[in-house]
C-alpha cells in the first residue's frame, strides 16, 4: 500500500513559482514512476509531467521551460517546481504512483489546489 500527500499549493501571482511536494509511504516508493496530473473546473485531468524510476522526465508542451519534475528515493519524495507560472496553470494538482507492473495498484494523492491571479 502506498499512500502519497501533497503539499505546497496556494494562490500566487502570474509569473510566480510554487513548489509542490509529494511524499509518499511504503519502501517501494523508488520502483514507481511518479507522474502530477492537474485538472481545471470543468476540463479533464491531464498529465503536467512524469518521471520513471531511472529519472527519465517528461512534460505536457504547455509547462515545457517552466516546471519541473524531480525525485528523491531517499525521502520517498517527488516535486514538481512550477516557475513562469499563468493564469492557465490555475487547477487542483494530484500526485500519481505509476506501478511498473500492471498487476500492481496505481495510486493517487488527495489534490493540492493551485490557484494563479493577481
Known amino acids: 500500500q502506498v499512500q502519497l500527500v501533497e503539499s505546497g499549493g496556494g494562490l500566487v501571482q502570474p509569473g510566480g513559482s510554487l513548489r509542490l511536494s509529494c511524499v509518499a509511504s511504503g519502501s517501494i516508493f523508488r520502483l514507481y514512476a511518479m507522474g502530477w496530473y492537474r485538472q481545471a473546473p470543468g476540463k479533464q485531468r491531464e498529465l503536467v509531467a512524469r518521471?520513471?524510476?531511472?529519472?527519465?522526465?517528461n512534460y505536457t508542451d504547455s509547462v515545457k521551460g517552466r516546471f519541473t519534475i524531480s525525485r528523491d528515493n531517499i525521502k520517498n519524495t517527488v516535486v514538481l517546481q512550477m516557475n513562469s507560472i499563468k493564469p492557465e496553470d490555475t487547477a487542483v494538482y494530484y500526485c500519481?504512483?505509476?506501478?511498473?507492473?500492471?498487476?500492481?495498484?496505481?495510486?493517487w494523492g488527495q489534490g493540492t489546489q493551485v490557484t494563479v491571479s493577481s
Open positions: 500519481n504512483a505509476d506501478p511498473p507492473y500492471r498487476a500492481w495498484p496505481r495510486y
Open positions: 518521471i520513471t524510476s531511472g529519472d527519465s522526465t
